[in-house]
């Protein structure tokens, strides 16, 4: 299984087995569930390389969120309602990623230490969310 796609479910949660052996499994969405946290660290998708997790309950991403996730390329966490990324959220994969999308959630500020250590991200999309002031010197 290559693509597997679970958009518009009531998934909840997700269980640290619920991808084993889906040993190639390059795209996954998860979109327009109930999703409210997200810890990745527990599941390995070694060779996912695109996540959708577009509309569900996000609020915040958490260090370590993706950290098994080593090939990810594009990431979506839009129209979710997050407001805070921990400083080491995307630890392991920010030198793979080259497109996160977090549009329309409540973020209010955004530091450069969130997004500085990314060699290959190209797409950045903060759209349509809370920003008074961003640093990104």
Not at 55 to 68: D, E, H, Q, R, Y
């Amino acid at each position: 299984l290559v693509h597997l796609n679970l958009e518009a479910n009531e998934i909840e949660n997700i269980d640290a087995k619920a991808f084993y052996g889906l040993d190639n499994l390059n795209y996954l969405s998860l979109a327009k569930n109930k999703i409210s946290s997200i810890q990745f660290e527990m599941i390995n998708l070694a060779n996912l390389v695109e996540l959708n997790l577009n509309n569900n309950n996000l609020f915040k991403l958490l260090n370590n969120s993706f950290i098994n996730l080593v090939k990810l390329k594009k990431l979506h966490l839009g129209t979710n309602r997050i407001s805070a990324i921990e400083s080491y959220s995307f630890y392991g994969v920010n030198n793979k990623l080259n497109e996160i999308n977090l549009a329309s959630n409540e973020l209010a500020e955004c530091s450069h230490n969130q997004f500085k250590n990314f060699r290959n991200l190209t797409n950045l999309n903060l759209g349509q969310n809370q920003f008074e002031t961003i640093d990104f010197e």
